[in-house]
């Protein structure tokens, strides 16, 4: 029996398609004669595999008994009818499937689908809209939320991607978990990946699949040409090379570019996604656009990375310390960057110790070298003082990490005793009295070997939350434990330049406990991470920033308006330059106290005046309830209790600063 190219066509798609199970499983349940709905808005971004999806629940819908019919709405020329004429004879079907593709590029047509078309449909009709956008909410008033469900497309489980690079014939395990990796689940990444490692065979240097052109081309191609299409190239470049794209970033690294009109433009395109106060791209998109733009300008691509760096270093010395994730996603070296990034942050999270973790903790790590005794030591230091560890957890929230530290102004009795941390702090405060220091304890990746894995998401995610929750503005010193036998640390120790100190070893367990120091140099961890970028680009390195003597380079009126929000939190305190005694409590109270003088002094004797000292007082000093809470009590609106909260800080932080300016404050 003879067969034509479109079924075999069809016989190939149908077993090359690979997992989607639990999506098929909820696919079938629609696929009966009283479905729970009728209407299913599926969305996702681009290749994440929706055009896939939908043609093997056509197969499936046609074995069952139904008629699937598939649009795809690029196929649809702009002239008057021609939906209609795609669906032309669906209605004399008993049990049609109408299968919208690419449905991002017919959303005008949303009123009319649903007061006209949808409507004329024979009742036990099935629709599915595919695109790359969540659905227009009109999809859910009227009448429709009872017919009509949103379905996310998520990326592909790694066990599925897996298995999808092996029918591709990616034999190598090592490799195909590097792809799997990199891929971030997007079956049109895996295939395309798969392919330019089958066509360069054994010779293909896998390290950076997206230096492959051929590679970079194709997803380029397939994900973002057309939304580009009269697009300014330089910002979606910006936007690529940029963890988070602001307007106030798009307004330094491209002054000749409508920051506004460019931001606006970003928020538009289907694979942006708002985050922490500004625009980021999809992560497979951002790979592929940022690929595309050092292939084919690797200048200009140099150049904004260059721009990009210095507005982050700027903001973050300004006290925006939380741009340290920023900087650092900027730098290309794994080795470098290891340990330090919020790569890890979309599977990850970090989390306080919860008292069950304790047992988790000595289970996870006794089948480790050393494991055992390592607990035995460690575990009094997290259990008296918690604030000094954080815990990462993954999407089902398994701990699956666990990162101790301390810093010498604010160590804990615990830190005292322990046999790493004591002979650290006894060193760090004779040579490093400003106290300017932060001391890994151990940071550990539960879901990798011993041996280390270089592109650890976990270890960049709690190391930079230590970081930022350390209560130090610019780190400048950095204890770090380094184990021999892990690979990935020796190799960034190395990379980063840091110093052996054999003195301060010690052996938990039987294993050794290196401690290795580095030198962020004057601009500290911030200046460090801006000459590690200019390093890779081949840029010599800025000189360090230089401020009037009268202010300690971490007391600025940001970094203070920031404290004024965490005067709740001890460690923070402490920590600060502002901070004076000698123990964390004695410190953290001499932060308090200064805040309290500033509230004092800060404020005029009018009605209006006295408002915000009260909202400065009760909203930062001495709050016991939720702002929300707080407006009500002090009968304003939310809008405006906000608005004067922001004033007040602002207020706070600039008496205070002049306080130190004038006076010279030295503390520590």
């Not at 360069?200 to 240097?205: F, L, Q, R, S, V």
């Not at 999270?349 to 390592?374: C, H, I, K, Q, Y």
């Not at 101790?404 to 650290?424: Q, S, Y």
């Not at 990935?488 to 039987?510: K, T």
Request: hydrophobic content about 40%; glycine content about 8%.
């Amino acid at each position: 029996m003879k067969t034509t190219l479109g079924e075999r066509l069809a016989s190939r798609d149908r077993q090359r398609f690979v997992g989607r199970a639990q999506e098929l499983a909820f696919f079938d349940s629609l696929l009966v004669d009283d479905p729970p709905a009728s209407v299913v808005l599926v969305h996702g971004p681009g290749g994440i595999g929706k055009s896939t999806l939908l043609r093997e629940v056509g197969r499936r819908a046609a074995a069952s008994g139904r008629s699937p019919r598939l649009v795809d709405a690029r196929e649809l020329a702009p002239v008057p009818g021609e939906l209609e004429h795609a669906l032309d004879g669906v209605d004399a079907e008993e049990l049609p499937l109408v299968m919208f593709d690419t449905y991002e590029r017919m959303t005008a047509a949303g009123t009319y689908l649903r007061q006209r078309l949808l409507p004329s449909l024979p009742e036990r009709s099935l629709v599915i809209l595919a695109g790359r956008s969540a659905p227009e909410p009109e999809w859910f008033q009227g009448g429709w939320e009872r017919l009509t469900v949103e379905y996310e497309l998520k990326p592909m489980p790694d066990d599925d991607a897996i298995r999808l690079l092996h029918e591709r014939g990616v034999k190598d395990d090592a490799l195909a978990a590097e792809l799997c990796g990199w891929s971030g689940g997007s079956p049109l990444a895996l295939t395309l990946a798969a392919d330019a490692a089958g066509s360069a065979g054994d010779g293909w240097d896998h390290s950076r699949v997206e230096d492959s052109p051929e590679l970079v081309r194709g997803l380029v191609r397939h994900l973002v040409t057309s939304e580009l299409d009269g697009g300014n190239r330089d910002v979606i470049a910006v936007a690529a090379l940029a963890r988070t794209t602001t307007r106030r970033l798009l307004e330094a690294v491209l002054p000749d570019v409508d920051a506004a009109e460019a931001e606006q433009w970003l928020r538009s395109l289907s694979f942006a996604e708002h985050a922490n106060g500004g625009v980021t791209l999809h992560d497979m998109v951002r790979k592929a656009v940022r690929a595309d733009v050092r292939l084919r300008e690797p200048e200009r691509e140099k150049e904004l990375r260059r721009r990009i760096a210095d507005h982050l270093h700027d903001r973050a010395l300004a006290g925006d310390s939380r741009l340290l994730v920023d900087l650092a996603d900027l730098v290309d070296n794994k080795a470098i960057r290891w340990g330090f990034g919020a790569e890890g942050s979309v599977d990850y999270r970090v989390d306080e110790p919860r008292p069950e973790d304790f047992e988790l903790a000595e289970a996870r790590t006794s089948g480790r070298p050393g494991g055992n005794d390592w607990w035995d030591v460690v575990k009094p230091l997290v259990e008296e003082a918690p604030e000094c560890c954080v815990i990462t957890r993954d999407r089902d929230d398994r701990m699956v990490g666990l990162c101790v530290f301390v810093t010498p102004n604010a160590a804990p009795a615990a830190a005292e005793r322990d046999p790493v941390l004591a002979p650290w702090l006894a060193h760090a405060r004779e040579h490093f009295p400003d106290g300017n220091v932060i001391l890994w304890r151990d940071s550990l990746d539960l879901s990798a070997s011993e041996k280390g894995d270089i592109g650890s998401r976990v270890l960049a995610i709690q190391n930079t939350a230590a970081i930022l929750r350390s209560g130090l503005v610019n780190p400048r010193i950095s204890y770090l434990p380094i184990d021999p036998e892990n690979a990935a640390a020796v190799q960034f120790a190395l990379n980063i330049g840091a110093r052996h100190v054999a003195e301060l070893d010690s052996v938990i367990g039987g294993k050794p406990h290196e401690c290795h120091l580095l030198d962020h140099g004057e601009g500290g961890i911030i200046g460090g991470q801006r000459n590690t970028v200019y390093w890779e680009l081949g840029l010599q390195t800025p000189e360090p920033d230089t401020r009037p003597s009268g202010v300690a380079p971490s007391v600025t009126h940001d970094s203070v308006k920031a404290l004024a929000r965490h005067l709740d939190r001890p460690l923070e305190l402490a920590a600060s330059p502002l901070a004076k005694g000698s123990t964390p409590d004695e410190r953290a109270e001499s932060v308090r106290a200064l805040f309290r003088e500033a509230v004092d002094g800060a404020f005029g004797a009018s009605a209006d005046e006295q408002l915000l000292r009260t909202i400065a007082e009760r909203g930062c000093l001495t709050r016991s309830v939720g702002h929300e809470a707080l407006a009500d009590e002090l009968n304003v609106s939310r809008a405006t209790y906000f608005r004067r909260l922001r004033q007040a800080s602002e207020r706070l932080a600039d008496f205070i600063v002049a306080m130190v300016a004038a006076d010279g404050l030295s503390r520590g």
